[in-house]
């Protein structure tokens, strides 16, 4: 265990969402001003259209020329692997989907695999994880996120950790939160009830003691670990960069107010 602080990056899930619009961008931002004024703000993102389908090399050279190096784009591994797949077979699939990445070189962080709630534990999904994880590319850091309780055994994290795959940290619904580390980085993710929140424009939520957990979580392991990725979602509270800010204030980082921002006026 080491006292040096990790590199902690907090984001957002995502950032074109048109209520934060005259909120966090300012009233004029334009489409192709949001990620370059995002990244001002924060520094990764967590991208979630990968989700849907890998994307095409100009797209992703975009993303790296309109962000400063030292941003970060973690990345959903597309369902087609985690969902449909079920991770059965999809040594290729990753292999193909982690290529597709490679504009971002450098900005790219970890591609996170995002399994379904009905993604059940049993002998045989534990062999398709086991071998999925052994047959990823070396090169990419992998981040692995359960949403059913039966996966949070101690043979899961030994499986995780022989492969050097992040066990993701994730608040969602009534889902158990776990606390265990797996690799030499975390990855958190802050999740809500879509049922909830209907509009991204401001904190609807109160979540103080959430907030206050978290950070006594993190504060314990933060010598475990070289790097920390978290990424806010608006239904956890309602408004994600709010979130993100709030949890960078809480954890010492510095902060950047939107609103400072705004002056720019390319962007009106």
Known sequence: MSDARPTIRLGTQGWSYDDWKGVFYPPGAKQEDRLPFYSQVF???????????????????SWERHTPDEFRFAAKVPRAISHDALLRDASAPL?????????????????LVQLPAEFT???????????????APKHIKLAVEFRH???????????????????????????????????????LR?????????????VQIDRTESFASWEADLMKVFGEVKEV????????????????????????????????????GELF
């Open 121 to 135: 534990r049993d002998e045989a999904r534990e062999r398709d994880l086991a071998r999925f994880l052994a047959e």
């Open 190 to 202: 802050w999740l809500g009830d879509r049922r909830e929140i209907e509009k991204y424009d401001r």
């Open 149 to 187: 309780a039966s996966w949070q055994a101690p043979e899961v994290t030994d499986v995780l950790r022989a492969h050097g795959a992040a066990l993701a940290w994730t608040q969602w619904r009534e889902l158990p939160r776990v606390a265990d580390i797996t690799a030499d980085f975390l990855y």
């Open 229 to 264: 990725y978290g990424y806010f979602n608006n239904h956890w509270a309602g408004h994600s960069p709010s979130s993100a800010n709030e949890m960078k204030r809480r954890l010492g980082l510095p902060v950047q107010e939107p609103r400072d921002h705004w002056s720019q």
């Open 95 to 111: 292999a193909d989907f982690a290529r597709a990445m490679e504009p971002l070189g450098e900005k790219l962080g970890p591609l």
């Open 43 to 61: 520094d990764t993102v967590e991208l979630d259209t990968t989700f849907y389908h890998a994307p095409k090399a100009t797209i992703a050279r």
